[in-house]
């Protein structure tokens, strides 16, 4: 089956990479809670051979000198307004000037990139990110308005694929930090039909997540909900990882009884 965004993805051009491998591959994910120790927190054990790594090294194979200048950085490379760039975040924001779909990237970059993005959501979810990212962006197909990075040197060492763009910021980790879920925070969002979206969030794609939230908040008690609920909202750039020192607004996870947290660990499964 021809892909919707890269029709002739089996040319010789194109990236190497049996597809399917490629996304059972995907390393399993962490889920980071406030609450140490409890059923939810999983450690992404680094792997070098998985396929997503090896897709993100050769991707990084074929980038020219000028190319590796411009998009890739140390691993510890602080941007002066933005900090340690590869753990920014913010809900439309560009990590580097080229766009994806651009004279920029030649056709087997561009190949090799979206499958390192197709391999890095469920599959069931494919399409719906697509639409997402086309409503997003004035109905632009995907790439044409989203930008990459990598930093660390894939294959030796740390080393992580950050791709961003209004309402994304998906990361791509190898060898980074042990129990950090996604290799940083992610973002994502979808303005379906307009800035100012109704109660009902009519055609947003991840409104679904949201009401199953709301059903863990409804399963408090009064007592919890005052602890749970965030006077409020931080801004995107302030959410970040925070290590196990790091204290978090809400209420922890382990002091959720049996059901809560049952309800709970759906919300993030649908994630």
């Known amino acids: 089956m021809s892909d919707p965004i890269f029709s002739n993805s089996n040319s010789p051009d194109s990236n190497p990479l049996n597809r399917r491998d490629f996304i059972k591959s995907v390393s399993a994910i962490g889920i980071a809670t406030a609450a140490s120790g409890n059923q939810f927190t999983q450690a992404a054990a680094p792997d070098t051979s ?17 190319q590796k200048k411009e998009i890739c950085f140390d691993w510890d490379h602080k941007d002066a307004s933005r900090g340690l760039l590869r753990t920014f975040v913010s809900n439309n924001w560009q990590i580097t ?32 990110f697509l639409k997402q990212l086309k409503d997003d962006t004035n109905g632009n197909e995907w790439g044409a308005d989203q930008s990459i990075a990598i930093f660390g040197k894939p294959g030796s060492g740390k080393f992580e694929f950050v791709m961003t763009g209004r ?19 992610i973002f994502y969002g979808h303005a379906a039909d307009t800035f100012n979206e109704g109660a009902d969030h009519k055609g947003n794609i991840f409104w679904p997540q949201a009401l199953k939230a709301n059903k863990v908040y409804q399963l408090l008690s009064e007592d919890q909900r005052k602890i749970a609920l965030v006077e409020k ?24 009884d049996s059901t809560q947290k049952k309800e709970l660990q759906g919300v993030l499964s649908g994630l």
């Open 50 to 66: 998985k396929a997503d790594e090896t897709a993100v090294k050769g991707l990084y194979e074929s980038l020219t000198d000028a």
């Open 233 to 256: 909202t931080p801004p995107e750039a302030a959410v970040g990882f925070k290590g196990k020192e790091g204290k978090f607004s809400g209420i922890a996870v382990n002091k959720l």
């Open 167 to 185: 309402h994304m910021t998906l990361r791509a980790d190898g060898n980074s930090e042990d129990s950090v879920a996604f290799g940083g925070p």
């Open 97 to 128: 000037k080229p766009h994806i779909r651009s004279e920029y990237y030649s056709k087997k970059q561009q190949d090799i990139i979206h499958d390192i993005f197709k391999g890095l959501v469920n599959p069931e979810w494919y399409s719906k």
